[in-house]
């Protein structure tokens, strides 16, 4: 179907702590171009994050029109981006780079996958990716539970998890705890032993880290009692802020859980572990498109359209056929 230069466009963005995924599409859903660029966590790539959002914008509207081109809605879900200060500035960001977008809205990455599945209902999402967080949306309104960030608390993330499989081969090579299968993967993750390397570990970062975290996953879906202790802790210490997210909505009424993040797919025995703890009365959901096409339906819903499920298959079907742009 041709395009023509008037045809109302939207933009959908999911931003996160190590890769932002970008779409360009009709009202209909039907996706132009499809853009992956870098992290845009505002926490983690603090001094990056406005430029990486930048070339992300530019490469996605590169021959339609550039950043000055008119849009109907634009929705940006960008990990970090709920806090009211970065909220602000992403917001003022994003208006500045496109003057000519009539609705421009931008909020936490948790709306994404929440939008997806519930659209603007209530509910409650819990992010478990390089970074975690859980959050309830109580008429419109994002309440947070955990997820301060990786200096203070990130219970479950893949940072965490990567902290604690180095903190395992700390103490085994110092004597204070025993032998664990997570130590050979380290190692051989690392490229030496976590002495040798531990100025390189220093400097690298946040998504060094959090890379670090299928170490411990491995050895604890091999039986490792160490690595298992870790991620049980882990998933009640995510139960805890799911609950009290919970708490947030109307008690007493059973609730769905939204689920998001990279983790949720590459540990399923994480999920068993939370839906165990919770129980039936709160199932756990999780969507088969990434989460961008929540993003994509929060704009074009934020507008006042629908975002139904002919749009969700014309959206799933142009979405597969395109090939997306990496920057």
Same mark, same amino acid.
């Given at each position: ?176 705890g025993a032998a664990t299968a997570v130590t050979p993967y380290i190692e051989k993750e ?8 531990? #100025? /390189? @570990?220093?400097? *690298? ?6 890379? &670090?975290? %299928?170490?411990?996953?491995? !050895? ?55 839906? #165990? /703890? @919770?129980?039936? *009365? ?6 088969? &498109?990434? %989460?961008?096409?929540?993003? !994509? ?31």
């Amino acid at each position: 179907m041709p395009i023509t230069k008037c045809e109302p466009f939207f933009i959908g963005l999911d931003g996160g702590g190590t890769k932002t995924d970008a779409v360009l599409f009709t009202s209909e859903g039907t996706v132009l171009r499809r853009v992956r660029g870098r992290a845009t966590n505002p926490i983690s790539c603090a001094e990056h994050a406005p430029a990486h959002l930048r070339a992300c914008l530019e490469a996605l509207l590169k021959d339609f029109g550039g950043l000055c081109r008119p849009l109907s809605g634009v929705f940006a879900g960008i990990a970090g981006g709920g806090l009211t200060d970065h909220q602000r500035s992403i917001h003022e960001q994003l208006i500045t780079l496109m003057p000519n977008a009539a609705s421009v809205e931008n909020g936490s990455d948790a709306l994404n996958e929440l939008t997806a599945l519930l659209g603007l209902q209530d509910g409650v999402v819990a992010i478990a990716g390089t970074g975690s967080c859980v959050y309830a949306r109580r008429e419109g309104k994002m309440i947070r539970a955990g997820g301060w960030g990786y200096l203070f608390e990130d219970a479950c993330s893949a940072f965490e998890l990567g902290r604690q499989a180095l903190l395992l081969a700390m103490e085994e090579t110092d004597g204070r705890g025993a032998a664990t299968a997570v130590t050979p993967y380290i190692e051989k993750e690392l490229g030496g032993t976590v002495a040798d390397k531990l #100025s /390189e @570990l220093y400097a *690298s970062g946040m998504a060094r880290i959090a890379g &670090l975290a %299928p170490c411990l996953t491995r !050895a604890a879906v091999e039986g490792d009692e160490a690595a298992q202790r870790v991620v049980n802790l882990q998933a009640r210490l995510l139960v805890r802020c799911i609950c009290a997210a919970g708490d947030k909505l109307d008690r007493g009424t059973p609730y769905s859980v939204v689920l998001t993040g990279s983790l949720w797919q590459a540990v399923p025995m994480l999920r068993e572990i939370v839906q #165990s /703890e @919770l129980g039936s *009365s709160h199932p756990l959901l999780s969507s088969a &498109l990434p %989460p961008v096409y929540g993003a !994509a339906r929060h704009a074009v819903m934020q507008c006042g359209q629908q975002a139904d499920e002919v749009f969700r298959s014309t959206f799933s079907k142009t979405l597969k056929g395109t090939e997306a742009i990496c920057i």
